[in-house]
């Protein structure tokens, strides 16, 4: 999946790495159960719910994606201890500067953070990364949909419509 990332952008949503699903489909969190493209619409980040096929156009509203896990598929659970890359993503948020960090699941922050999933709250972190602001964000993914809360994305939303506001 090609990442989806340019200067000045408002936030950079972090997933881990793309679902069999969605790399069969070439296209960000394809998977029809999962919740991202209705959840972006749904708390205010995109003014419509956007299809999986349509994510190049998330620049145009502040948003950016990638994955700490670029080079591979699948569940986190599976994916090989060598996948994960936070050395690339810091220096992808260090290049493209964006305000905003979220990771879309505990365990990608993880991985970047040096911090145990059960220490890591959602919602704002206390420390940035590479000048940005850091949020995590309960998983979209159908496997954790009985974990999933909305809240944490709706103050991600009006942490954004603040930023966005004072310019």
Not at 4 to 30: D, K, N, Q
Not at 38 to 50: D, F, I, K, N
Request: glycine fraction near 8%.
């Amino acid at each position: 999946m090609p990442d989806v990332l340019e200067p000045g952008l408002t936030v950079v949503l972090v997933g881990t790495a793309p679902s069999r699903i969605s790399a069969a489909a070439r296209a960000y969190y394809a998977n029809p159960t999962n919740k991202f493209w209705w959840v972006l619409h749904e708390v205010g980040l995109t003014p419509r719910q956007l299809e999986p096929r349509e994510y190049p156009l998330l620049p145009g509203f502040g948003i950016g994606l990638t994955d700490v896990a670029k080079r591979h598929s699948g569940v986190d659970a599976a994916l090989p201890s060598g996948a994960w890359r936070p050395l690339e993503l810091r220096a992808k948020v260090a290049r493209y500067a964006p305000r905003l960090v979220a990771f879309t699941s505990k365990r990608g922050a993880s991985e970047v953070l040096g911090v145990a999933t059960g220490r890591l709250p959602y919602g704002p972190q206390p420390e940035p990364l590479e000048g940005a602001e850091v949020w995590v964000l309960p998983s979209t993914s159908p496997l954790g949909h009985t974990h999933f809360q909305l809240e944490p994305w709706r103050a991600l939303a009006a942490r954004v419509a603040t930023l966005r506001a004072a310019g």
